[in-house]
């Protein structure tokens, strides 16, 4: 079955510095990649998506991620982040051939002026 | 933008009871989702549904759940007798297309507390 880590629970940057969330996957088979954001008493907000083609995926609100194959990840960032970024970030797998999403336990981000 | 919608945003009901939970898929999507969110986990596959018939479920999704589309426009979660450790945010999905590319767009949830 296809799972995610997300090893950090917590990520503390500055704004207007760059910020990575790190998301490594195991799946059988070429995977499906998302990242969600999830703000206090909202739902999962998407946020970009890897399928195929260039590793470097670009998403909502300047948020991009590297898919890299070798070493299974896929890690959001972003070159500049903003006080309003700070959220819970989700990345997610699915198998091509399946609905069946799985999620990581999310990695609480938190910019600071 | 167009949203899925869920109601009620938050349900309280005593352990044993059953339990309905509505939502309102986007309007030209075919695919539809259940997830939990038990308070500080991860988000939990419960389901899927297509066709009108549920085309994967998750070891969660045992006998005591079902899900419905009843008419054209609303997808429902029934928990038929209630446990202490259903209390959780349940979360509604739609997607375009299944088994593809396209995201599923969640709702806003429903937090159920069960007494």
């Known amino acids: 079955a296809q799972s995610v880590a997300q090893p950090e629970d917590q990520v503390n940057v500055a704004e207007g510095n760059p910020l990575t969330v790190k998301c490594t996957y195991s799946?059988?088979?070429?995977?499906?990649l998302f990242w969600y954001v999830q703000y206090p008493n909202r739902g999962l907000q998407f946020l970009l998506k890897?399928?195929?083609?260039?590793?470097l995926v670009k998403g909502s609100y300047g948020f991009e991620a590297e898919f890299n194959k070798s070493q299974t990840s896929f890690h959001l960032k972003k070159p500049s982040a903003l006080v309003s970024d700070s959220a819970l970030y989700f990345c997610?797998?699915?198998?091509?051939?399946?609905?069946?999403?799985?999620f990581g336990a999310g990695t609480r981000l938190t910019v600071k002026p | 933008e167009p949203e899925v919608t869920q109601t009620p945003s938050h349900q309280v009901t005593q352990m044993g009871q059953e339990v309905i939970l509505r939502c309102v898929p986007i309007?030209?999507?075919?695919?539809f989702y259940w997830y939990r969110q038990i308070l500080g986990q991860k988000v939990e596959f419960l389901v899927s549904?297509?066709?009108?018939?549920?085309?994967?479920k998750s070891e969660i999704f045992d006998d005591q759940f079902s899900v419905e589309r009843p008419d054209g426009s609303n997808f429902t979660l029934k928990i038929r007798s209630t446990k202490l450790e259903d209390s959780a945010m349940y979360f509604c999905?739609?997607?375009?297309?299944?088994?593809?590319?396209?995201?599923?767009?969640f709702g806003d949830g429903t937090r159920l507390s069960i007494l």
């Open positions: 999905a739609s997607s375009e297309v299944g088994r593809g590319n396209q995201p599923q767009h």
């Open positions: 799946v059988s088979g070429n995977p499906y």
């Open positions: 890897y399928i195929t083609g260039d590793n």
């Open positions: 997610a797998v699915r198998r091509y051939n399946n609905n069946d999403m799985r």
């Open positions: 309007s030209n999507h075919l695919y």
């Open positions: 549904f297509y066709n009108n018939e549920i085309s994967e």
